[in-house]
Nanobody, 128 residues
Framework: VQLQASGGGLVQPGSSLRLSCVAS????????WGWFRQAPGKEREGVSC????????YNEDSVKGRFTISRDNAKNTVYLEMTSLKPEDTAVYFC??????????????????????WGQGTLVTVSS
């Protein structure tokens, strides 16, 4: 099983990006999914999470209304659509899979330890 994240890059403030996470060897509906980010010198934080079969989603306060997590079962891919990007969104972004099906999206995003499988990270830099 493997998670491969991509889609990061250098963009100007106000721009949009879509991050992709190809989940090889996974059945998306069997897992909950999360996007986390880690900026230099800071702890990893949950950005957006979605429970199994898309039953519930959560977005961290600073990204509400700007970021959207979604899944495409046919492509076995989890996405993070990011709009109105700000310099403070600059970080390495990681996708992750959790088998903790009993947890809600809010709980999942609070706990990186709930996620056993992680992608390698993709760097997003927002700068003018």
């Amino acid at each position: 099983v493997q998670l491969q994240a991509s889609g990061g890059g250098l963009v100007q403030p106000g721009s949009s990006l879509r991050l992709s996470c190809v989940a090889s060897g996974f059945i998306l509906d069997d897992y909950s999914w999360g996007w986390f980010r880690q900026a230099p010198g800071k702890e990893r934080e949950g950005v957006s999470c979605v429970t199994t079969k898309g039953g519930g989603t959560y977005n961290e306060d600073s990204v509400k209304g700007r970021f959207t997590i979604s899944r495409d079962n046919a492509k076995n891919t989890v996405y993070l659509e990011m709009t109105s990007l700000k310099p403070e969104d600059t970080a390495v972004y990681f996708c992750a899979a959790s088998a903790r099906r009993q947890l809600g999206a809010w709980q999942l995003c609070r706990g990186p330890s709930f996620f056993r499988n992680w992608g390698q990270g993709t760097l997003v830099t927002v700068s003018s």
